[in-house]
């Protein structure tokens, strides 16, 4: 991955500004990395790179996520896809079963 290339594609919150933040701010926890522009906040397949990015800077490492944006991109919507079939199934689960009732 790139600098400029997105980390959180929910918010559109690159590389490099999370790497910047990270830097400047010294969050106490990779949670608030969510202060810069949302990061982390929308559907939650950043969040393990966030920590990353957190780790390395904390260590004083430049960050490193050897994901390249395109392979990123399709394992965030196979994340998605799942997270999505787990609500759908949560919902069938919690709602009441009209053919048995009487
Ligand atoms: S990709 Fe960051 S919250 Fe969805």
Not at 53 to 77: L, N
Request: charged fraction near 25%; aromatic fraction near 6%; charge should be neutral.
């Amino acid at each position: 991955m790139q600098p400029e290339d997105h980390v959180c594609l929910c918010y559109h919150v690159s590389l490099r500004k999370l790497t910047n933040y990270a830097r400047r701010e010294r969050p106490a926890v990779a949670s608030q990395l969510s202060d810069c522009l949302g990061a982390g906040t929308g559907c939650g397949w950043c969040r393990p790179y966030l920590q990353i990015i957190f780790d390395d800077c904390r260590a004083g490492r430049d960050p490193q996520i050897s994901d390249g944006p395109g392979e990123y991109a399709i394992a965030r919507e196979a994340y998605r896809a799942v997270r999505r079939a787990e609500r759908a199934a949560a919902r069938a689960e919690s709602s009441p079963d009209v053919s048995q009732a009487e």
